[in-house]
T-cell receptor, first 112, second 115 residues
Framework: GQQLNQSPQSMFIQEGEDVSMNCTSS?????WLWYKQDPGEGPVLLIA?????ELTSNGRLTAQFGITRKDSFLNISASIPSDVGIYFC????????????FGKGTKLSVKP | DTGVSQDPRHKITKRGQNVTFRCDPI?????LYWYRQTLGQGPEFLTY????????KSRLLSDRFSAERPKGSFSTLEIQRTEQGDSAMYLC?????????????FGDGTRLSIL
């Protein structure tokens, strides 16, 4: 089935650093979403993107829907400790109205 | 405005038993989705409803799984004759139907452990 390749798998952050992660697919997606999940909780929606080239911000978070419609990135500026968690990209492709495809996640941890 | 609510939060059962989970969506949302998430993976789609109609089912939804949304509000997901491989977090999400895909909002899940 369709898969999303999300990278990096994990990264360590120091408070104040900027963070970048991305997601690619082999098929054209018509919606891209970014979620954050904390342990024992469900994914929380961060940003939703609907048009190729769209750039959307939510506070310190910025995400873009790639021009080719096969990729998206998420940037976090000036990271803070509560940014720690797992970030998932997800999207719809083809004519599907229900089936959200998720990446495997990028785990953000604090540098020791 | 309450979010998506799932009950129970945790369920431990013996292999072979039946289990049922409940999901209450955000009140004005007419679409409801079920996903399964295993450790280290992203959620995987199982099925979704628009109002009371079940519109899409994944191949992951074996014949031991059944989902219902009889009145177009809350939904239940039942797993019969549970197996070890059913151990996972079961997530429910809801959204509005629209001209393009409206974002899905998730509950905190039911964690199922099969002994």
């Amino acid at each position: 089935g369709q898969q999303l390749n999300q990278s990096p798998q994990s990264m360590f952050i120091q408070e104040g650093e900027d963070v970048s992660m991305n997601c690619t697919s082999s098929s054209i997606f018509n919606t891209w979403l970014w979620y954050k999940q904390d342990p024992g909780e469900g994914p929380v929606l961060l940003i939703a993107l609907y048009k190729a080239g769209e750039l959307t911000s939510n506070g310190r978070l910025t995400a873009q829907f790639g021009i080719t419609r096969k990729d998206s990135f998420l940037n976090i500026s000036a990271s803070i400790p509560s940014d720690v968690g797992i970030y998932f990209c997800a999207g719809h492709y083809g004519g599907s109205q229900g089936n959200l495809i998720f990446g495997k996640g990028t785990k953000l941890s604090v540098k020791p | 405005d309450t979010g998506v609510s799932q009950d129970p939060r945790h369920k431990i059962t013996k292999r072979g038993q039946n289990v049922t989970f409940r999901c209450d969506p955000i009140s004005e949302h007419n679409r409801l989705y079920w996903y399964r998430q295993t450790l280290g993976q992203g959620p995987e789609f199982l099925t979704y409803f628009q109002n009371e109609a079940q519109l899409e089912k994944s191949r992951l939804l074996s014949d031991r799984f059944s989902a219902e949304r009889p009145k177009g509000s809350f939904s239940t997901l039942e797993i019969q004759r549970t197996e070890q491989g059913d151990s996972a977090m079961y997530l429910c999400a809801s959204s509005l139907a629209g001209t393009h895909n409206q974002p899905q909002h998730f509950g905190d899940g039911t964690r199922l452990s099969i002994l």
